[in-house]
């Protein structure tokens, strides 16, 4: 059997959940290929084929390829297709954006956000926010997999040996063009790689008083910085510190939760922490149900004294 694996990369480096993609690969017993298309991404390419069981990287160059734009990607990947069992991209927003699109053009159905391998044809995932599993068996010829990246530890990013070999890029779809980014520029960790997590929620009432209770805890942990949905939705952190069902899913060694009372959907992105400490004043909040260690406690007056404290 052979799985191919299309790498989520900026034309440099590659995304870390591209190398969980490659372990969750790993579990299929299959050789396994990473296609990087993109432009002037040899960076990229040259990554891919150091990491830890990779047998080959297809390397496709091109300017339409640059932007990662679906309708482009997609295509490239079905024109290296043919042989391969299982296609495989990590359940980022940027893989929920292309697999659909393979899964369709191969009138197959797609098992999406897998979260364990249990054999060539059988996969588990989350359903009903996490609260149950399902095992999902898919007959098709050819299966296209979405992978939750918090369910699988990261191949070695060094000690491969994978060949490099140049492919034909496909031509532009025409469908779609590329306007513009906005990146958001931070001396913080990325939310989804961070080892530590402070996040906040409605409790914390104000943008103000993140940046003055939340922040320097987060500073002091060397932490990434998030939030809960609620309070998001009332102005008081960014979209993209967004926690959740309907955020971002993390799975860090310490998620420290700040002011969340624990909605299941909230639950559903934190849940997997190594070790979850939870601070709110409602001693009855769902947080606690999956804390490792709680304090109920006033947060204006515990965090303070425990960033002082460190």
């Not at 590659?14 to 579990?27: E, Q």
């Not at 003055?212 to 960014?238: N, Q, T």
Request: net charge negative.
């Amino acid at each position: 059997m052979a799985a191919l694996v299309i790498a989520e990369h900026d034309n440099a480096n590659l995304n870390p959940a591209t190398l969980c993609t490659i372990a969750a690969a790993s579990k299929l017993g299959s050789d396994i290929t990473v296609l990087v298309a993109g432009s002037g991404c040899e960076a990229a390419a040259q990554a891919a084929a150091k990491a830890a069981g990779v047998a080959k990287v297809l390397h496709a160059d091109a300017v339409q390829l640059g932007d990662g734009l679906a309708e482009n990607i997609a295509a490239q990947a079905l024109a290296v297709a043919d042989g391969y069992e299982h296609i495989l991209l990590p359940a980022t927003n940027w893989g929920k954006n292309v697999a659909p699109r393979i899964a369709a053009k191969l009138d197959v159905a797609q098992v999406s956000d897998i979260i364990g391998v249990e054999g060539a044809d059988t996969f588990q995932r989350p359903i009903y926010a996490g609260n149950a599993i399902a095992t999902v068996q898919s007959a098709d010829k050819v299966k296209v997999l979405t992978v939750r990246g918090t369910a699988f530890d990261a191949v070695a990013a060094e000690g491969g040996s994978g060949a490099v070999e140049s492919v034909a890029a496909v031509a532009d779809s025409g469908k779609s063009s590329f306007v513009g980014r906005e990146i958001v520029k931070s001396d913080r960790p990325e939310l989804t790689a961070a080892r530590i997590i402070v996040s906040g929620g409605r409790g914390m009432g104000s943008s103000e008083n993140f940046e003055k209770v939340l922040e320097p805890l987060a500073d002091k942990l060397g932490a990434a910085m998030g939030a809960s949905r609620a309070a998001v939705d009332a102005g008081y952190a960014p979209n993209d510190w967004q926690v959740g069902q309907t955020g971002k899913i993390v799975a860090p060694e310490l998620y420290v939760a700040v002011g969340i009372s624990g909605a299941i959907q909230h639950l559903a992105g934190m849940k997997d922490s190594k070790v979850i400490v939870a601070i709110n004043k409602d001693e009855e909040a769902p947080i606690f149900g999956v804390a490792d260690y709680g304090l109920v406690a006033d947060l204006f007056s515990a965090v303070p004294e425990l960033t002082s404290s460190l």
